[in-house]
Each structure stands twice: as structure tokens, then as C-alpha cells.
């Protein structure tokens, strides 16, 4: 063969490859509303920025007639790629291949690009569509799966992992995305389940669809799997974007401060008024959240599920940061196990990558009861409480009403390492609401009372009483417990001379293999 029909050959070895499975399955793909393996690498990245590895490989499989079927690149498209300038690895599941399914070289190719992003330091983005191990590799496929989770494991902390679903993604091969820091899922077009229906129905009776069963709407609002429910892949491509607009490229970067437009001392005079005069009526604690954040920008993690806090990414004079909010909006704000699940994992989440945490605090306190108590409470809550304990990265913590007991340790205080702990005029800071307090201090005081109207007249006296004296800020103001009292109209302000004052904050904890934190 001469040096041109070497040439040659390179080109039409290429065409092929790009064909994966052929142009009948590429159309079946369209036909479902899906893109394709590449196609999606290239909406993904800045254009013509991917460089592909190992578009050769095919698989080495004898058993069950795939001797006489290949596919270069075997299911998998890999390599790198810039987002905005910066460098991430990819892989990208090629369902046209055998239905994307995991061999033994598949394997190979993925676990290739996870160890050079670990090496490089830069993100990794994975797309999954997949009908899971190959069936007919047997146990290669799940040595496979284990060494790809292995290496998951090993880049968790180090470099940014983030997971899509755009297909099917089920069995053991969930747990791939599971342990990365992102999982965004498109609705109607993915799935993910441990079991799938069938099995389900075999084993249990119940009968369920995919979509009822792991679809990206059950992920998004009942198990809190999926971070982002995606309405198409389009938005889906957009969400790995913006997420890593907000993310250092590893664990000894630091996040990308964008020069910023909105002014610093932007004030809001709403924000006076934003705290309704009756303390049991609520309000939108997101309303605050855009108020103070750069360009009113917040990329809510979560969005559907545990409503009563609210997690996200935002910027404070172009510094990312890490938003906790209790939502008084929902449930009063209080937390219960989902809640301090959610907010537990985002805080640590922000630690490895070095995103200061700002919290806004608004909760009654733990939820009661015993499907709480039963679906343990004291672990999930304790999860939080450690999560900000064990963080060192800058944290500002601002009490806008609500902080009581438990909950009020648990939310960035002061004595869990909180840098700087702002309060506003209406915050209550006490051991308990006044309505429960109360009832312990005057409980059968107020039972003996026979007069229902003078029953009425004490308690609403004895409450007031308590609230004039503890539900303020000054109490725990006066033991330094609270930094300043802040007006609330400065808070945006108030908080970027904070972030900036703390930019070279160091801290660390003890040396040790790693913490016992109560999963
Ligand atoms: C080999 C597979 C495959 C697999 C699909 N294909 N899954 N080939 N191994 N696991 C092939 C099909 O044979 C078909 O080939 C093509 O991919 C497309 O599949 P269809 O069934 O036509 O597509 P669709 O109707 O969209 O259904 C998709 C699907 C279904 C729901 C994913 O294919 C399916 O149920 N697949 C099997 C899923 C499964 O049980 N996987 C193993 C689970 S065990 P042709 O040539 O017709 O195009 C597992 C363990 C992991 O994953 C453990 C990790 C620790």
C-alpha cells in the first residue's frame, strides 16, 4: 500500500468510526428524540476543540456471533475537549453500539480518559446511554464497571466529576454516576433504576413503568438522585456548562473569579420589608438569595426535591460560592431528614473545591415525629452538623428570623467554626420557639387557668414576654455569638467584604486517615 492509500485508509477508517452502529440505528436514536454519542460531545465542548482517543478499539469478544460483528470505537467515544477555554475529559456512551453496553475494551477506554483527567487535574463529564454490561462478555463486563467505580472513588475531591443520563442507565451501572458530584437526567428520555420493571415485578409484584420507576422526574423530586431534571438534552448540555462555570478544575485550585458588573454595595431597600411583622407567616427565601447575588445569577442544585432548604452556586463580586438556605416557604423552613441530606452533601461538596459557603438562616428547628425519629433524624441531622463542623473553607452565615435549638448549632453557628456570623433586627436566636417555651416554663400554670379567655390573655402575655427577652439577636450578640447586627438592605455588601476579608482564610483539621462522618 503506498503512503496515499495509507492516507486513505486513515480517512475511510475514520468515516466509519463516526458511523458507529450504522446510519439505521444513528436514525433510531433521532427517532427518540435522542443525540448521539458524538453529536452530544461536540453540543457539549467549544466547537472543534475535541480530540478523540482510541477510535480503533473494538472488542475482543468471540462468544455468542460477535466474532463477526465490530464497531470501531466499541460503544464509547473518549477524549478531551476545552469548556470556555478549559480542559475536561469526556466519555460519551454510543448507544447505536450494541446499545452502548460495557465490554472488557469499553472499559479500558473509559478508565484511559479518568486517569489522565486525574493526572491533568481537570473535570470529568460522562454520558450515559447504556444497556448496561455487555451480556455477552459476563464477568469482563463487570470487572469493568468495578474498575471504572474504583477510579470514581479515587477522583472524588481531587477533580470535578459530572454525571449526564440522556438513556437508559440501570443495574449496577447507576452506581458509576451515583458516585460523581453531579447527576443531571433529561426528562422522558432517561432512566435510572437498580432493578428495572421486570424484575421488580418478579420479585415484589409490583408493577411500574421506567419512567414512574426511575425517570428524571422521580430523581428530581422523591429520591433526590438527580441534581437537575433536564426538559431536553439541549438544556442538559447547558447545565454541565454552567456547573463548571463555578468549579476550580481540581482540589488545589481555586474557583474562577469572573470580573464582575453588578456593583458591591448594591443596596435593596425590599429587604427591610421582606421579613413578614407575623413570624409564623412565611416568605420566599429565594427572593433574598437573588437580591444579593452577583447579576441576580443562582444555579439551584435540586431544585425539586427537600424543599425546605435551598442549595446553589452564585457569585459575590465574581467570587462562586456555595448558597444554604432554609426555606420558610416550604415545611417553615424546618429540617428534616431529605433536607439535611441535601444541604449536608452540597456543603461538602463546596469544602473539596474550595467554594465559600453563605447560609441563610431561617428554621423552627428538627422536624418532629416519629417517621422522622424511625427514618433516624439524629444520623441525617448530625450529617450536617459534620459536614459544616469538618468544612474549612470560608463561611458566612447570616440569621435572617428563625434559629432555634439544634437547628440553630447546626446551620454555620459560630462555634462550628462560622468565620463570620451576621444576624438581621428580626432574627429570634433562642433554645426553643416562645410558643414551646411556654408550655414547658408555664405549662400547668396555664392548664389551672379555668377561664378560657384569661387562659388565652396569660399565654399570649407570657409568649410575648419570651419573645422581647430571648427571640432577638442581641443575646447571642452579646456573647459574640453573632458578629454584628446587620440592616438587612447592606447584606449583599455586607457579605462581599466578608468573602473578601476571609479570601485568605487557612484552617484545617487534624491529621487523620479520614473522618467517621455518620452516613
Ligand atoms: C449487549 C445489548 C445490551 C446489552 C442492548 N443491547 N443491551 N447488547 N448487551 N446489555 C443491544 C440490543 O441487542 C440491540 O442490538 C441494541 O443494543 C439496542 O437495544 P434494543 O433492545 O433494540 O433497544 P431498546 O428497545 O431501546 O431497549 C433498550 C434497553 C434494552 C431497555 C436497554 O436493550 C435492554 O433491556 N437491554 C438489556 C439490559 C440489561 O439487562 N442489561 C444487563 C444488565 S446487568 P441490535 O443489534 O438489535 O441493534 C448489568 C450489570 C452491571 O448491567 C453491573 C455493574 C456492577
Not at 449526564?164 to 426528562?187: E, K, Q, R
Not at 469544602?351 to 422522622?372: E, K, M, R, Y
Request: glycine letters at 10%; proline letters at 5%.
Amino acid at each position: 500500500m503506498g503512503n496515499q492509500d495509507k492516507i486513505r485508509q486513515l480517512v475511510e477508517l475514520r468515516q466509519e468510526a463516526r458511523l458507529g452502529g450504522g446510519a439505521e440505528r444513528i436514525e433510531s436514536q433521532h427517532g427518540k428524540g435522542k443525540y448521539t454519542a458524538r453529536e452530544r460531545i461536540e453540543m457539549i465542548l467549544d466547537e472543534g476543540s475535541f480530540e478523540e482517543f482510541d477510535m480503533f478499539v473494538t472488542h475482543r469478544s468471540h462468544d455468542f456471533g460477535l466474532e463477526k460483528q465490530h464497531y470501531l470505537s466499541d460503544g464509547v467515544i473518549t477524549g478531551h475537549g476545552t469548556i470556555d477555554g478549559r480542559v475536561v475529559y469526556i466519555f460519551s456512551q454510543d448507544f447505536t453500539v450494541f446499545g452502548g453496553s460495557l465490554s472488557e475494551t469499553f472499559a479500558l477506554k473509559v478508565c484511559k480518559v479518568m486517569d489522565q483527567a486525574i493526572k491533568v487535574g481537570a473535570p470529568l463529564i460522562g454520558i450515559n446511554d447504556s444497556g448496561g454490561a455487555r451480556i455477552q462478555e459476563g464477568v469482563k463486563s463487570l470487572a469493568g464497571y468495578a474498575e471504572i467505580f474504583q477510579r470514581n472513588i479515587m477522583a472524588s475531591g481531587v477533580i470535578p466529576q459530572i454525571s449526564a443520563i440522556f438513556g437508559p442507565c440501570a443495574g449496577g451501572a447507576v452506581y458509576s454516576p451515583a458516585l460523581t458530584d453531579v447527576i443531571i437526567m433529561s426528562d422522558k428520555t432517561s432512566y435510572m433504576f437498580v432493578t428495572g420493571p421486570r424484575v421488580t415485578k418478579t420479585v415484589t409484584g409490583e408493577e411500574i413503568t421506567n419512567e414512574d420507576l426511575g425517570g428524571a422526574e422521580v430523581h428530581a423530586m422523591k429520591s433526590g438522585v438527580a441534581h437537575f431534571k433536564a426538559e431536553n438534552e439541549e438544556e442538559g448540555f447547558l447545565l454541565i456548562r454552567k456547573t463548571l462555570e463555578y468549579l476550580p478544575q481540581n482540589n488545589l485550585e481555586e474557583p474562577p473569579v469572573l470580573v464582575c458588573d453588578d456593583p458591591i454595595d448594591r443596596t435593596d431597600d425590599a429587604l427591610n420589608e421582606v421579613i413578614p411583622e407575623d413570624p409564623h407567616k412565611p416568605y420566599d427565601v429565594k427572593e433574598i438569595i437573588y437580591s444579593v447575588v452577583d447579576n441576580h445569577e443562582f444555579l439551584e442544585f435540586q431544585r425539586h426535591f427537600a424543599k425546605n432548604i435551598v442549595i446553589g452556586f452564585a457569585r459575590f463580586n465574581g467570587i462562586p460560592c456555595g448558597i444554604v438556605a432554609n426555606q420558610p416557604n416550604f415545611l417553615a423552613g424546618v429540617l428534616d431528614i431529605s433536607a439535611s441530606r441535601k444541604a449536608a452533601r452540597f456543603v461538602r461538596f463546596c469544602d473539596c473545591f474550595n467554594l465559600p459557603v453563605v447560609t441563610l438562616v431561617d428554621v423552627p428547628g428538627f422536624l418532629p415525629g416519629s417517621a422522622q425519629e424511625y427514618g433516624g433524624i439524629i444520623i441525617h441531622g448530625a450529617k450536617l452538623m459534620f459536614s459544616y463542623g469538618e468544612a474549612t473553607v470560608p463561611k458566612i452565615t447570616i440569621t435572617l428570623r428563625k434559629s432555634y435549638g439544634g437547628a440553630h448549632d447546626v446551620m454555620g453557628s459560630k462555634q462550628l467554626r462560622g468565620d463570620i456570623n451576621y444576624a438581621w433586627p428580626t432574627a429570634e436566636i433562642a433554645v426553643m420557639g416562645p410558643k414551646g417555651a411556654i408550655e414547658v416554663l408555664e405549662g400547668k400554670k396555664i392548664a389551672s387557668i379555668v377561664d378560657p379567655a384569661e387562659r388565652a390573655r396569660y399565654t399570649a402575655e407570657k409568649e410575648s414576654e419570651y419573645r422581647e427577652k430571648f427571640a432577638n439577636p442581641y443575646q447571642a450578640a452579646k456573647y459574640g455569638y453573632i458578629d454584628d447586627v446587620i440592616e438587612p438592605r447592606n447584606t449583599r455588601f455586607r457579605i462581599i467584604r466578608a468573602l473578601t476579608t476571609l479570601a485568605t482564610k487557612k484552617d484545617k483539621n487534624l491529621p487523620r486517615k479520614h473522618s467517621n462522618i455518620p452516613l
